[in-house]
């Protein structure tokens, strides 16, 4: 019953310590990084996406979390990401202090200049709107001071020009006919082609058309964060047709930047993220519909961040790379477990092998029975069973069952028990 007791203690404590070091590896695997990214205001379409990658890493079980910091303004935003208290962020190439440590990871979008003015107005520069009455949309400065610093590239005399902000939500086809001569707007590409944001200023009494900016190539070169954009035909409407034909202008990029220092394969798994789900990242088709990697080249104006850089190029690092120092670890812990459950379990199940001196006893029976004999017969079994006992302690040492411990003691004995043997038979003469 005792040895019974022990050996259900060690199974027992066996199964509980298998159980918990499985869970805790388990958990401790499963465990997820939390990784944060500030944006803007809950209204603004950065921060619905933020919200919407957050929801796809957590569906589709990925290794990291995300948590979305909502800021009152994107300027406070990216302040957050410049001192180091996010991992993520989104910026806008034409910034004039993009955080040093910022790497990039994808564009999100593209958002155009365009310039909207009547038909019979010609410009050939942006520098041609020197002497009229602009109008800029943006929910704050950003596009306004983007404007000045494209003007900022030409022999232009701000004093000469009205340029002010407006809000998203004025009409701009009553203010061309009453306050401005010039409407100028930043928009996502995304959301070009859908037709209802400009079918007020397409069917405009005095006609209006978007201007083509024909020294963007030029601008692209010289200003940091400006690309070329070609805007087709009819893109903004069909019917009547705007524009008339196919247009260049200058354009920006919104881009998904991480911190510099975040492990390589957080940005994997978001990387992962961005193009294996990027459908369900689309804001309403407005942001984030054609999500594209970032420029690779080391002259680009943001560095590409090395993770996304792998995910790129196909050089994501398999299981084993990235975990061989903890499947080293693990392997490890797992043989020194064997081990301490090797050596409990010999402890319990091993059977000592018998001592020759455990036979004393038989011996010691037999020399009673020979002692007390008065047939023949009764001493040619005794002398039998002398003889078994012999024989099975003789095979016993020769196989290891039987330890020779008191193997003197045995011979002693057995001895004694044939010289009684001997003895009986002179007795009774069998």
Do not use: C
Not at 257 to 273: D, I, K, S, T, W
Not at 278 to 296: H, N, V, Y
Request: charge should be neutral; glycine fraction near 6%; aromatic fraction near 6%.
């Amino acid at each position: 019953m005792r040895n019974r007791t022990r050996i259900l203690l060690l199974g027992l404590v066996t199964v509980v310590l298998t159980v918990v070091a499985t869970v805790t590896a388990r958990d401790w695997y499963r465990q997820p990084a939390v990784i944060t990214i500030a944006v803007g205001p809950e209204t603004s379409p950065e921060n619905r996406f933020a919200v919407k990658l957050a929801e796809v890493l957590q569906q589709n079980h990925a290794s990291i979390r995300l948590k979305v910091e909502t800021q009152e303004s994107r300027s406070q935003a990216l302040s957050r990401f410049a001192h180091h208290e996010a991992d993520l962020a989104i910026v806008r190439t034409d910034d004039r202090k993009i955080p040093a440590n910022a790497r990039a990871l994808a564009v999100l979008e593209h958002e155009a200049l365009l310039l909207f003015g009547v038909k019979r107005a010609k410009f050939g520069t942006l520098a041609d709107i020197q002497g009229k009455r602009v109008v800029v949309v943006g929910r704050d400065g950003r596009n306004e001071a983007f404007v000045r610093r494209l003007l900022e590239q030409y022999k232009f005399d701000p004093h000469k020009t009205d340029i002010r902000t407006v809000p998203p939500e004025t009409s701009l086809d009553k203010m061309l006919s009453a306050s401005a001569d010039l409407a100028i707007l930043v928009y996502p590409l995304s959301r070009l082609g859908s037709g209802r944001d400009f079918r007020g200023l397409a069917h405009h009494e005095r006609g209006v058309s978007v201007h083509a900016i024909n020294d963007a190539r030029a601008l692209e070169r010289k200003v940091p964060g400006v690309y070329t954009e070609t805007i087709e035909a009819g893109l903004l409407s069909g019917s009547p047709r705007m524009p008339e034909e196919d247009i260049e202008t200058v354009a920006l990029q919104k881009i998904l930047v991480a911190r510099r220092g975040m492990p390589e394969q957080h940005a994997v798994e978001l990387m992962r993220a961005l193009f294996e789900y990027g459908r369900q990242l689309a804001i309403d088709g407005s942001f984030a519909t054609r999500i594209e990697p970032p420029d690779p080249e080391k002259g680009a104006q943001i560095a590409i961040h090395e993770g996304a850089n792998q995910y790129i190029a196909s050089e994501v690092k398999t299981f084993f790379d990235r975990y061989s120092d903890l499947i080293y670890i693990g392997i490890s812990m797992a043989s020194v477990l064997a081990s301490m459950a090797v050596a409990l379990y010999s402890t319990v199940f091993r059977h000592s092998p018998h001592q020759a001196n455990e036979r004393i006893g038989d011996l010691i029976r037999l020399r009673d029975r020979i002692r007390s004999a008065t047939l023949p017969e009764e001493l040619t079994a005794a002398e039998a069973e002398l003889e078994a006992v012999l024989n099975e302690t003789l095979l016993g040492l020769a196989d290891g069952a039987l330890s020779p411990r008191g193997l003197e003691a045995f011979r002693l004995a057995y001895d004694l028990a044939r010289d009684d043997l001997i003895a009986a038979h002179g007795r009774i003469g069998g």
